[in-house]
């Protein structure tokens, strides 16, 4: 029994598993009826109380999807839990079955979870295909073909502490997928046997998606999983980067394909959105990334002279026009509402320029200058609207000074009248 | 006889206008050092005049409903000719009001003015004290933005503590369990018809037992003129004392002017009932005092809820203080000094807590 290697770099080990692992296994097997029936478990007595790599942390296991789902020991690894005989409660008689090897743990945990019928009776929406695309994945493939080292089920998921991928303690809960994958594709050690690059989660950590994702608390913002698959794990190919993209960039991806890049990159066999954005580094796009200024991702493809380089320098110009002439706006309203003067609908007014700014910057997609100059001028005439409301809220402004001045020199004027009229009142008695 | 002749004979013969001018002529007041808080009962009534006035004109154009309370405060604020002074002036002109009016009552605490025979004269301008406080209460809603709903929601909240009857008053307050559009229509109600026609009434009152009672000469200056009768000065309400109040009262016009030009009264951001509860909700500076106490309180006072205790020792010292010329009647014995030394304390407390809660975090 190869019981060494469990848990090295945080993983499962490569060889078979050990006893503590098909305690978990074997979980899925008793119904939850009979396991409530159950009053004791020596499973647990036992391995509670033992060494790595046979001992299970009852809390972790109490809070378990399994154990909270009445799931046992037995129904995973057969025996018997109500012996206190450990030749009883492990007896091969009892159905106690040893641990899967590494290679096995996919189909022993897909016993259960591949069983549609099964599995309802814990959640009639949980899906099933976990093991049928777990096959395709680059990890099914490669451990079908003898690679142990490649990830299965407990990697991901845990042994005898797997939480449900919505418990924000979970593994696989969207703000900690990229950890867990990068515990083993972020260790260049570990897969130096495959030739891949190892600084995804480096750069994934300073994009605009792990951003979103973790510091804005947005859920739906990507992760690892979301553009490669989970339990189907692969890269996305060169043909349907776009398709991934679109997946959330909905809007970008039909302008993309209205427009000459399509074709284009398709001819040169360049991977869509990824082309200009990268991939896991993508950070938050910027004016600066389109046009013929250093820095700008055109300058990939296009020269000084070529049609796309005048197009680009057009788009970022524009794009500049509007956005100064907002932020031209939104200074002189902000100085006007400072002033004191009421300029709320204007500021609200200006928003609908910030929405056409939005809007032209996913036209570029379409790389038209045309497309992309439609919402320009819808913004300018917001900001000239805009503009000239601060213009003359800072008039009001001034107006309102001098309107001061000119009642408090009258007010002044009449209290020095009321204080003459005291004086003759005052002199006359 | 010239037209201005004719019509003070007409109104002479009709409503007997010479005899109510001699009466001015001989209405005085007393001058002494402390004569210049006489000014402070005349200014609060001024203020409120102004608040009438200009809450007519903010009448014309507002619309006490939800989808529309906070746009009409912005089409008075950008559309209406004069309409952001007009808002400006009600809004700081309630808050000056109300200062000048606890003012007024810590004047006429300290200079002992509501002793016999004037406690009813006492009893009238702290319920008109009441009133302009609520005033600003259910004015404080109106606007309808986060600021002022959240605010409503904490101060009537606090109205449910009162045993028995609390619930029943918190569900009267905002016409249902929650603050909603009933509650901004409620507070309108109150604001432009009940309080205002209570406030006239109790003004009217409190106006007549000024008159009948004459202005208060506090006791020890009652001594100095006893002892030096030659010493006493009086000064003709009309129009010397008028005049002088006139003054006062265009400095105060001309201090609103100023806050109205520099610091227009803020809108805010729309009320959103679903909204969160935006950072820094507080009331107005009036009742920050209470509020600041309140956040002091533990959760629990022995077995009963801190705001409960709170709520209780404003009550009873809102009860006490109303009816303190019943209390301390005794002109200058021991319980007199105490009860100035309850006031000192009063008035620290209620500096001190408001300038904690502004300042404090």
Known sequence: MNLGGFCRNGRAPRGLFPPAFLLCGALFLASPSSLSAQTKNTCLDCHSQLDAPFRVDLAAFAQSIHAQKGVSCVTCHGGD??????????????????????????TFCAKCHADAAYMRSFNPSLRTDQYSQYLTSIHGQRLAKGDHQVAVCVDCHGVHDILPPNDSRARVYPTNVAETCGRCHANAEYMKPYNIPTNQLALYSTSVH????????DLSAPTCSTCHGSHGAAPPGVASVVNVCSTCHVFQAQLFDSG???????????????????????????????GADKGAVCLQCHSAGDPGYETAAKIHARLVQLDTSIARSREILDRAGQAGVEVGPAQLDLNQAQDALTKARVAIHTVELESVDEDINAGLKVTDVTYKAGESALAEASY?????VISLAISLLVLVGIALMIRKVESKQ | MSAPGNIRNWLDQRFGWDELMAFLRHKTVPIHRFS????????????????VVTGILLLMYYRPVPDGAFESVQYIMTRVPFGWLIRSIHSWGANVMILTAIAHMFSVFFLKSYRKPRELTWLSGMILLFLVLGFGFSGYLLPWNMLSLFATKVGTNMTAQVPLIGHWILVFLRGGEDVTGATLTRFFGIHVAVLPGLATLLIGLHLLLVQRFGMSVPPSVEDETKAHPEKARELRFFPNFFLRELMAWYVALAVLGCLAAFKPWELGQKADLFASAPAGIRPEWYFMFMFQTLRFLPANVGPFAGDFI???????????????????????????????????FALAYFVGMTVYAYLGK
Request: with cysteine; aromatic share 12%.
């Open chain 1, 260 to 290: 000459p890049h399509k074709d284009v990159f398709k001819s040169l066999n360049l991977p869509g959105c990824v082309t200009c954005h990268s991939n896991h580094g993508i950070q938050h796009p910027t004016d600066a990334l389109i």
């Open chain 2, 310 to 344: 709170g709520v209780l020792v404003f009550g009873v010292a809102a009860v006490v203080w109303t009816c303190l010329p019943f209390f301390d009647n005794d002109r200058r014995g021991r319980s007199t000094r105490w009860f100035t030394g309850v006031g000192i």
């Open chain 1, 400 to 404: 309102r000074r001098k309107g001061l």
């Open chain 1, 81 to 106: 839990s109500t012996s206190d005989d450990m030749s009883v409660a492990m007896s091969p008689a009892k159905g106690f079955k040893d641990f899967p090897a590494r290679e096995q743990v996919p």
């Open chain 1, 210 to 217: 792990r951003a979103a994702l973790v510091d804005r608390g």
């Open chain 2, 36 to 51: 210049y808080f006489y000014f402070l009962g005349g200014m609060t009534l001024f203020l409120f005049g102004i608040q």
